[in-house]
């Protein structure tokens, strides 16, 4: 193992954004046990600490290769096509109104059956994010394309997280917490 290798390359996996969860899953325990501090005790304190920075590597891997929006952004960056979401806030005018239009409804909902609406709506907006990353990542190799595509699930996903967020308020109402 190379603590200088790709996330990908460390779990021996296409470079690419689809990839199989459980197989991600099962790669990563495997390489949390080859590089599990308590596997070198009998080598020293120095080798523990090597096997703890590879514990950290393998886990900061895992987590972006798990994460769809941090794999796709992650691909991206591999790429040559930084994500720059704190720079670059610019947006189409379609995707801005659509944000307004939901952030909007989301004030205006007053039940739960309005919230899981909105929240089915996004969860539909997401998915057809997701299947533009893989397209733009995996078949066209437009990695410019595709960072507009993770920006606006950057977007999606905080508004999902908004709704749920509502959800779980008025659950916790309804149930006198």
Same mark, same amino acid.
């Given at each position: 193992?190379?603590?200088? &290798?790709?996330?990908?390359e460390?779990?021996?996996?296409?470079?690419?954004?689809?990839?199989?969860?459980? @197989?991600?899953?099962?790669?990563?325990k495997?390489?949390?046990?080859?590089?599990?501090?308590?596997?070198?005790? @009998?080598?020293?304190?120095?080798?523990?600490?090597?096997a703890?920075?590879?514990?950290?590597? #393998?886990? $900061?891997?895992?987590?972006?290769?798990?994460?769809?929006?941090?794999?796709?952004?992650?691909?991206? !960056?591999?790429?040559?096509?930084?994500?720059?979401?704190?720079?670059?806030?610019?947006?189409?005018?379609?995707?801005?109104?659509?944000?307004?239009?939901?952030?909007?409804?989301?004030?205006?909902? +007053?039940? /739960? &059956?309005?919230?899981?609406?909105?929240?089915?709506? /996004?969860?539909?907006?997401?998915?057809? /994010?997701?299947?533009?990353?893989?397209?733009?990542?995996? &078949?066209?190799?437009?990695?410019?394309?595709?960072?507009? $595509?993770?920006?606006?699930?950057?977007? #999606?996903? +905080?508004f999902?997280?908004?709704?749920?967020?509502?959800l779980?308020?008025?659950?916790?109402? !309804?149930?006198?917490?």
């Amino acid at each position: 193992m190379n603590l200088q &290798s790709t996330d990908f390359e460390l779990f021996g996996l296409a470079e690419c954004f689809e990839q199989d969860s459980a @197989a991600v899953d099962a790669r990563w325990k495997d390489l949390q046990r080859e590089a599990h501090p308590d596997r070198f005790a @009998a080598q020293g304190a120095a080798a523990q600490r090597v096997a703890l920075q590879w514990s950290v590597r #393998i886990n $900061e891997a895992y987590r972006r290769l798990k994460d769809p929006l941090k794999r796709a952004a992650y691909l991206c !960056e591999l790429h040559g096509a930084a994500v720059n979401a704190e720079d670059n806030t610019a947006m189409p005018a379609a995707f801005l109104m659509q944000q307004m239009e939901w952030r909007e409804a989301l004030d205006d909902a +007053r039940g /739960v &059956s309005e919230l899981e609406q909105l929240s089915t709506e /996004v969860r539909s907006a997401r998915r057809a /994010v997701l299947q533009e990353c893989a397209r733009l990542l995996d &078949s066209a190799h437009d990695y410019a394309a595709a960072v507009r $595509e993770v920006r606006s699930l950057m977007f #999606i996903e +905080r508004f999902a997280s908004d709704v749920d967020a509502q959800l779980d308020r008025i659950d916790a109402a !309804e149930h006198g917490q």
